[in-house]
């Protein structure tokens, strides 16, 4: 007997246009209190510190921080950080003043330059990428390329992990950090073979 196929499920970022959209409250209160989402969200920020070889202390910008997975591990491990949420609600859940947390958009970020060891983005990147065309998609990246090369100190690193729509996009954006940000870098694909456990990070040295 034939089983019926179940249809792909997309993810949200490709649903939806932007995560204020998505992260209703009761979406919110599901993520921010599962325990096997923070243990996803350590274990990635533990890899990228690998790449990162980030020693302490150091000072390190999480982008997207949402509601401080990551951003509570690095704080955790010794790292003097700064968290960065597009979404207000994320940032008061729990008591979380010590990461430091602002509520800003990556896309326009109100810091001096010239100031951060490294930079991290876990699982939040994908949500600027996956619904935009060519050029939209373009423009961003290129702004984007900028801030962070403005606010790395001098040899300054970055890592992003993030699941984006199509291996086009992924080359786009590799191509406009080297070209724009004048990065260094390469992608680094853990378990390439797909499903669930693979993790894409973009590695970049200033």
Known sequence: MWKKKTAKRLPPEDMYKSPKDYYTYEVM???????????????????????????????????????????????????????IELIYQMLVEYNIWELNPINADMKCLPLRGNTFDFIISISAFQWLINKLDDDELSSILKNIASVFYNLLKSKGKAVIQFYPSSDAKLQMIGRIFADYGHFKGNFIIDNPQGGPKKKIYLYLEK
């Open 29 to 83: 209160q599901n993520y921010m209190h599962s325990k096997s989402m923070m243990w996803i969200q350590e274990k990635i920020t533990k890899r990228a510190l690998e790449l990162l070889d980030a020693e302490v202390p150091s000072l390190i910008l999480d982008l997207g921080m949402g509601c401080g997975f990551s951003t509570s591990y690095l704080y955790m491990m010794g790292y003097d950080v700064i968290g």
